[in-house]
Nanobody
């Protein structure tokens, strides 16, 4: 599976951005796709995930109410709408697929795309 993330950029605090993740290579009808981020000097952390099959969504507490993950199954696209951005949201954002484990949230993602940088200025 190949994943291509895009949509990052430099914005001011309070602004919005939408990240896109294009998936290709095979059908993911029973899998989930997730977004992760890694800030400078910090470990990568889970942001959000969505199930292709039933649309179930999962969010990190730090982004609940501000970020929304969605998917367009036919296009194999996953989006992350980020509103009310904060400087602490600054990070490289990655999309990932093929989780080994289900659950809340899914985990053990095996396929990763390249990151897209989001910078939020104060």
């Amino acid at each position: 599976v190949q994943l291509q993330a895009s949509g990052g950029g430099l914005v001011q605090a309070g602004a919005s951005l939408r990240l896109s993740c294009a998936a290709s290579g095979r059908s993911y009808s029973r899998d989930a796709v997730g977004w992760f981020r890694q800030a400078p000097g910090k470990e990568r952390e889970f942001v959000a995930a969505i199930s292709w099959s039933d649309g179930s969504t999962y969010y990190a507490d730090s982004v609940k109410g501000r970020f929304t993950i969605s998917a367009h199954n036919a296009k194999q696209m996953v989006y992350l709408q980020m509103n009310s951005l904060k400087p602490e949201d600054t990070a490289v954002y990655y999309c990932a697929a093929d989780p080994l484990f289900g659950g809340d949230p899914p985990s053990g993602f095996g396929s990763w795309g390249q990151g897209t940088l989001v910078t939020v200025s104060s």
